[in-house]
């Protein structure tokens, strides 16, 4: 009987990891989807030609800085909620401003911005510091 117990127990600890393990595997493969859909809606935007197709790749790039820090809050890493926010309030700004020229200026320093969380996490392709 408690042998059955001891391997019940084992059992369960093993299948409770493994669901952890594909819980942080999820968490950051959404993580690099809303990073890479954020890098290119932020290309998108300097490329624009008017201000309808700004505002549309500045709400993508917006939403997903939203859930980069998202992930960064659950990390407790505050330093990169900070320069997530800082983006997408840059972007929010792009398309409350009135001219394709005042929306490309509110993100010029988005760039700037990137680096210096690229900087802290990220060496190459590899993370580090999460």
Do not use: P, W
Request: proline residues 0%.
């Amino acid at each position: 009987m408690l042998d059955s117990m001891r391997k019940a127990t084992i059992l369960i600890s093993i299948l409770a990891f493994s669901a952890f393990g594909l819980f942080a595997q999820d968490e950051l493969a959404t993580f690099q989807t809303a990073m890479k859909a954020a890098a290119g809606a932020n290309g998108a935007t300097r490329q624009a030609a008017d201000k309808a197709a700004f505002d549309a790749k500045a709400k993508e790039a917006s939403e997903n800085f939203d859930k980069i820090s998202a992930f960064f809050k659950a990390k407790g890493k505050d330093d990169a909620v900070k320069f997530s926010m800082a983006a997408s309030d840059a972007f929010k700004a792009g398309v409350a401003a009135g001219s394709l020229d005042d929306a490309k200026a509110a993100v010029s320093k988005v760039g700037a911005n990137c680096q210096g969380c690229h900087a802290v996490y990220r060496d190459g392709n590899k993370f580090k510091g999460l």
